[in-house]
């Protein structure tokens, strides 16, 4: 009943987005990633609270490039089955700006952590902040 419940109003969501005319990457980049980021935060938070940060951490990276790896995998291969043509991306300029800035913060940890001796200093997290903050804006 509470799944029924979601999907009503994820579809009562898409629909009001869909009358101020607002593009569905727009809506996958806001609404959509917080709703499927916020069962992540709770559990990485809680395992960093029990004593666990470095499987904390791990999830922060593993579970999004599942996510990812799977999501775009199967959407991809579904439609592909269906219809039996290649699956063609439109790539608009929000989703290209954000890809980039994603690829950017990623790169900035695969650098700046090693040269930190793998340690998270407060420095760090304020960065993270800053670049979740200015994508979001």
């Given at each position: 009943?509470?799944?029924?419940?979601?999907?009503?109003?994820?579809?009562?969501?898409?629909?009001i987005?869909?009358m101020f005319h607002?593009?569905?990457?727009?809506?996958?980049?806001?609404?959509?990633s917080?709703?499927?980021?916020?069962?992540?935060?709770?559990s990485?938070?809680?395992?960093a609270?029990?004593?666990?940060?470095?499987?904390?951490?791990?999830?922060c990276?593993?579970?999004?490039?599942?996510?990812?790896?799977?999501?775009?995998g199967?959407?991809?291969?579904?439609?592909?089955?269906?219809?039996?043509?290649?699956?063609?991306?439109e790539?608009?300029?929000?989703?290209?700006i954000?890809?980039?800035?994603?690829?950017?913060?990623?790169?900035?940890?695969?650098?700046?952590?090693?040269?930190?001796?793998?340690?998270?200093?407060?420095?760090?997290?304020f960065?993270?902040?800053?670049?979740?903050?200015?994508?979001?804006?």
């Amino acid at each position: 009943s509470s799944a029924i419940n979601a999907v009503v109003r994820g579809q009562s969501f898409v629909h009001i987005w869909h009358m101020f005319h607002i593009k569905g990457a727009i809506l996958g980049l806001t609404v959509l990633s917080w709703a499927n980021s916020v069962g992540d935060l709770v559990s990485d938070l809680a395992m960093a609270k029990q004593g666990y940060p470095q499987m904390a951490v791990s999830a922060c990276i593993g579970g999004p490039c599942l996510n990812m790896l799977l999501g775009v995998g199967l959407a991809s291969s579904i439609s592909i089955l269906k219809s039996g043509q290649p699956l063609e991306l439109e790539l608009s300029g929000s989703l290209t700006i954000s890809s980039a800035a994603l690829m950017l913060v990623i790169c900035s940890h695969l650098v700046a952590v090693p040269l930190m001796n793998f340690k998270f200093e407060s420095g760090m997290d304020f960065t993270s902040l800053e670049y979740m903050l200015s994508l979001w804006l």
